[in-house]
């Protein structure tokens, strides 16, 4: 087997691996109810409690202009501290109820689900009448931000893995529709592969780290800018002749002190 044929492999590998792996988890998604709250639960339950703390915290009368509203604010202000215990006691009964609110969401037939899919729809607010809340206001109150903080999961699980389904997918149809192009490709290729391998490791043995790459992170952010700069080297293949990644392989082959350089294709 020449060169030429063996990185064409070689590429072509890279590429079906890449779309069979990340179609795969993406079709997860979908396929198999519950997958992504098994998988993230820990992640979830951890961004569950953030939150209910946070919105705890923030709990205040609304902030407006009319009259009903400084009125609002005047009672708030009087009776600070004991609205303070309020969200003190608040947090207990949250502590209290979140085992078993946890047990009853996470159960696929349970007919909480539909209730907080139409919260989600209708748009579920908090504000201080929360602080009086019954025991069964407290386990919606749970079970609204478990589903808030599963619905944003899947979403940007899905945007992660079909945008890494989608440049697999082209590296592999270039290397078809243009085979003098196979040296070139082996930058892409190999970028791509490396982020394949550390997302898998990731996956396998730390999965709050790339669940918290996903979730509407900065770090989410930085990988598409990743995986966009992989697009816009493929796009120079296709379209440029290669003319800008030639300049970078050549700049890395003499960097390293190769004799070795490559032409545009």
């Known amino acids: 087997m020449d060169n030429s044929l063996g990185r064409k492999l070689s590429l072509r590998i890279v590429g079906i691996l890449g779309v069979a792996i990340f179609t795969t988890f993406f079709a997860l998604t979908y396929s198999v109810p519950g997958w992504v709250e098994g998988y993230g639960s820990d992640y979830i339950e951890g961004q569950v409690e953030k939150r209910i703390d946070t919105t705890i915290e923030l709990v205040r009368p609304p902030e407006s202009d009319n009259a009903l509203a400084r009125m609002a604010q005047s009672i708030y202000e009087k009776n600070k501290v004991q609205i303070e215990q309020l969200k003190s006691d608040l947090r207990g ?8 609110a946890l047990a009853l969401i996470r159960d696929l037939d349970c007919e909480c689900r539909d209730k907080i899919a139409k919260f989600i729809e209708e748009g579920f607010t908090t504000n201080i009448a929360i602080l009086e809340a019954t025991n069964d206001k407290i386990i ?10 599963t619905v944003e999961l899947k979403r940007d699980i899905r945007i992660f893995t079909a945008s890494n389904a989608a440049v697999f997918l082209l590296l592999l149809l270039i290397s078809f529709l243009k085979p003098r192009a196979v040296a070139h490709l082996f930058l ?17 043995f730390e999965q709050n780290w790339l669940l918290t790459m996903i979730h509407n992170n900065y770090l989410g952010f930085a990988y598409l800018g990743w995986l966009g700069f992989v697009f816009l080297i493929l796009c120079d293949i296709v379209f440029n002749k290669g003319r800008i990644t030639t300049e970078i392989v050549n700049s890395i082959l003499n960097a390293i002190g190769s004799a070795t350089s490559l032409l545009p294709c």
């Open 93 to 100: 009964k949250v502590h209290e109820q979140w085992a078993s």
């Open 140 to 149: 919606d109150f749970i079970h609204f931000k478990y589903a808030e903080v």
């Open 188 to 204: 892409p290729g190999a970028l791509l592969a490396a982020s394949t391998a550390i997302c898998s490791y990731f996956y396998v």
